[in-house]
């Protein structure tokens, strides 16, 4: 890592995070209307940046966000700003906000989003967590398909922090949401696969749920290598009953869970198919990254 002071990007330019401000009267501020991507980077490369790009300008046009999401600008700021701070690996976030909000007075054409973007090392999960498996909270928060920024990454994020100090305060890694019809969603902050009899099964993205980036990597590489997967809707009884679970997300990659709550999942072990999920997303970093 480079001795320089760290840098972020705003709205143009790579500067000292202790200088970077925005406006008193953004709607991120105001009112959390925005979008984020929390990305890696693999010896200097971020890992499928252009599909993170592309989830970020998919929701800001489903959510009739009035800014446009320009992916060469996107792709710019977060290697300009990976390069600046001589970061290898690294996790990335990229901010958008839809700007300052209007003021009496102000034309629409004025409005500019804001665009921020940070870069550090990445702190790992505790080991024990891989080695031993991880144990979540089944959240009693739930999911649903009128909220209308469900399976969209927004800065709203604060229903889920709170779903997941309750977990943390029951000493579960990761807390699990369900819908009101009691079909699994996701986690906080990750996608959730079930194994059973050698099936790898993942809730469908209407249910609703953010289409994970690492997730779509598990889903790909189990069709190259005929193993089968399903996207379907699944219980709390296929969840407990299940041989293996694990859930997937960019810092994270494959995390398996072998208890939820007090309940073993299988042989509260992590299993021969999430360990062949874990390598399978090592392999698309490798092939990816060269």
Not at 89 to 104: H, I, K, V, Y
Request: hydrophobic fraction near 40%; charge should be negative.
């Amino acid at each position: 890592m480079s001795e320089r002071p760290s840098l972020v990007y705003l709205d143009g330019e790579l500067i000292d995070p202790a200088h970077a401000r925005v406006s008193a009267f953004d709607g991120g501020f105001q009112y959390g209307v925005g979008l984020f991507e929390t990305m890696r980077a693999y010896g200097g490369r971020i890992f499928r940046l252009d599909a993170h790009i592309e989830r970020m300008r998919r929701s800001a046009e489903v959510l009739k966000l009035s800014f446009l999401v320009d992916v060469a600008v996107c792709r710019s700021a977060l290697e300009r700003l990976l390069e600046a701070n001589g970061l290898a690996d690294a996790r990335l976030r990229l901010t958008m906000t839809c700007g300052p909000t209007l003021l009496p007075g102000a034309s629409e054409e004025r409005v500019r989003p804001t665009m921020l973007a940070t870069a550090t090392g990445v702190t790992p999960y505790p080991r024990d967590f891989y080695e031993k498996g991880m144990t979540v909270l089944v959240s009693r928060y739930r999911q649903s398909k009128a909220d209308p920024l469900g399976g969209h990454k927004t800065t709203c994020y604060w229903p889920r922090l709170v779903a997941l100090r309750e977990a943390h305060e029951a000493q579960c890694g990761e807390a699990l949401w369900f819908t009101p019809e009691n079909l699994l969603a996701e986690g906080c902050m990750s996608n959730v696969f079930v194994v059973r009899d050698g099936v790898l099964k993942t809730p469908p993205l209407d249910t609703p749920v953010l289409p994970g980036i690492v997730r779509n990597v598990i889903v790909e590489a189990a069709g190259r290598a005929g193993r089968p997967v399903e996207e379907t809707a699944l219980t709390i009884h296929d969840l407990l009953n299940a041989d293996e679970v694990f859930l997937t997300n960019s810092v994270m990659e494959v995390m398996p869970v072998c208890r939820v709550e007090r309940k073993g999942i299988g042989n509260e072990k992590p299993g021969p198919v999430t360990a062949w999920a874990a390598g399978a997303y090592r392999d698309a970093v490798n092939d990816e990254s060269v």
